[in-house]
């Protein structure tokens, strides 16, 4: 039996998959074990999104990490813009602080956002979600 956190993330990765399969996006997926972002999407403004799930369903040190991977991601795609899609669980306050923190020195903006706020931003259904509105 496999771990149920990786199965839990695996599980939000196969669902961002099928989702873009379905709905004829291109797209780049990790390859299983490599230290990349999860889904590199091109669009149509020759641009790319750039998507990484974080599966949190309850409490734990995931989104602890967050701040690390999305810097870590920035410097090797050297992107202005990340989408981190998320599970139930909402990030503490400090990962807030942080990010805002990069987003001052870099420019970077990162997105929390759940599965179904991923898919209606690939869909242009509805705007995108700030950061700020998950901690009011």
């Not at 490599?34 to 641009?47: G, K, Q, V």
């Not at 990340?82 to 990162?110: C, M, S």
Request: glycine share 6%; with cysteine; proline share 6%.
């Amino acid at each position: 039996m496999g771990n149920p956190i990786n199965e839990s993330g695996t599980k939000l990765e196969d669902e961002v998959e099928s989702f873009l399969k379905s709905n004829d996006f291109s797209f780049r997926k990790q390859k299983p074990g490599a230290p990349e972002i999860d889904f590199i999407i091109p669009t149509n403004r020759n641009r790319s999104i750039f998507a990484d799930c974080t599966n949190q369903n309850g409490t734990g040190s995931v989104y602890d990490k967050v701040p690390h991977k999305v810097w870590k991601y920035w410097e090797k795609y050297e992107y202005d813009e990340v989408y981190i899609i998320r599970g139930t669980e909402l990030p503490p306050k400090a990962v807030k602080k942080h990010l805002q923190w990069f987003e001052k020195v870099t420019g970077v903006n990162t997105h929390i956002i759940s599965f179904e706020e991923f898919c209606n931003i690939l869909l242009n259904q509805t705007p995108c979600s700030s950061l700020e509105e998950f901690f009011i």
